[in-house]
């Protein structure tokens, strides 16, 4: 019925859409309650992390050919993990009443982006 290299797209699709990181998904809420931004805000920094996410795919796609596709999984998925620590303490600083910590949010969302395109999102 299906080749082999049509499984592995099919495998491929389904794990980008089962997998698509829930800070992509709830960034305008991180934007908005936890940095604190308007609404407006808020959208123009979501359509900023989408255009993040495509142009570092495209990079990622000439930097797999250079350095391996386990190497740059390996690195975004540890930028991943480092990166929501990161958020999360900018989240519990902005609840503490520390508004520069917002800005620590939107590089924290940014960050995690350019490390899920780089690596798992690749």
Known sequence: MYSVNEYKILITVAINIAMRPQVMFYSSLIFEDGAKMTHENAVLATIGMGC???VMT?????????AGRRTLHLA???GMWA?????????????NSYQWAAWM?????FLFVISFATGPGE
């Open 83 to 95: 990166t929501t620590i990161f958020l999360t303490i900018s989240l519990v600083l902005v609840e």
């Open 105 to 109: 949010c939107i590089i924290g969302v």
């Open 52 to 54: 993040i996410n495509v």
């Open 76 to 78: 975004g998925l540890g």
């Open 58 to 66: 495209v990079i990622s796609v000439v930097l797999v050919e250079k």
